[in-house]
């Protein structure tokens, strides 16, 4: 099978449906995109495995070479949900125009692989002495469970990765943590003429916003890192829904928010101490009050700035390496060994937006670094420890 232009692929991955979303009426299968990359790469000589992490969402882990070392591409294969009517186009078919490429996941990020394979092609006829490895996960923009899945299962990747989210081509070595986390509380209701009838969730809710905006307030205080365009870490109550009638003792309350936390903040010990400032509130308002992650905490991410790949990645970019607020992929791939960046040609002010794009100025550029890259890590005899 004739592997298509870089215009063709980029036109196929974003008509393949992959979107992923909390909301079940939103969530798809990633299985169209996965196979379109499976095909292309298997065509170039790659090895293909695509574990399925849940049902009808899969992983893609393409090789080419073997051995110790080498390089990971990486990038994640779903896209958040769309609103067709504020679009200019059919989100699902590409369009030019504008000097960009628009349409969804064009910069966030299905697009990246389309400029991997194009970079890698004229490279093949070498000998790979260290291994190129692209990597394709499920599900980033819900709950990570396909970078989840690969940690968790701990096969050793390369000694270097690269995720190719939007930075405008700006090494970024450092990001906050995600928590997005749930508070219920379950009262008692009652008739309202008497407050000796029930025991109010909304009240003891308000006890709650208290308690975590003087937390917010306080780990503001503790903690700063200046790198970041916000440099405090922060907590963002999102919705909150209880009670049904106005005359009705409010009987149940719950509260969902999100919490960033900074590289040296841990989620575990976070958690842990709001848990500690809900207890005196359920035994004063005598509700129970319970906090649950919606998912599993992603943690803040930092690479030591003298590590390898970004003094690599400074020198052949011309930009120091920055820190952002958005979450990644990238302490997963760390886990697993590999000295990790996040650096790609999408720009991040217009992820997840409507008229989604990538500018074609970029496509040169990332096609030069790709090969740059691919050639330091696979291309070159393994660096003996």
Known sequence: ??????KEQFAALVAAPSVSCTQPGWDQSNRPVIELLAAWLGELGFACETPEVAPGKFNLLASYGSGPGGLVLAGHSDTVPFDA?????????LREADDRWYGLGSCDMKGFFALVIEAVRP??????RQPLLILATCDEESSMSGARALAAAGQPLGRAALIGEPTGLHPVRLHKGIMMERIDILGQS?????????????EAMHGVLGELLTLRRQWQGEYRNPLFDVPQPTLNLGCIHGGD????????????????????????????????????????????????????????F??????????????????????????????????????????????????HQPDEYLQLERIEPTLQLLRRLIGHYCLQPAVQP
């Open 85 to 93: 009517a504020l679009w200019a186009a059919d989100p699902l078919k």
């Open 1 to 6: 099978m004739p592997i298509p232009s870089l």
């Open 123 to 128: 490279l093949l006829d070498q000998p790979f």
């Open 245 to 300: 009638n106005p005359n009705r003792i409010c009987g149940q309350c719950a509260l969902e928010f999100d919490l960033r936390p900074l590289p040296g903040m841990d989620p575990q010990q976070l958690r842990a101490i709001i848990r500690q400032r809900l207890q005196p509130l359920a035994e004063r308002h005598q509700v129970q009050i319970e906090l649950a992650p919606l998912f599993p905490a992603v943690p803040p």
């Open 302 to 351: 930092e690479q030591a700035a003298d590590s390898e790949l970004v003094r690599l990645a400074e020198r052949l970019t011309g930009h120091r390496a920055e820190a952002v607020a958005f979450a990644t992929e990238a302490p997963y791939l760390q886990q697993l060994g590999c000295e990790t960046l996040v650096l790609g040609p999408g720009d991040i002010a217009c992820a």
């Open 190 to 202: 009652g008739h309202s003429s008497n407050p000796a009838y029930g025991h109010s969730a909304l």
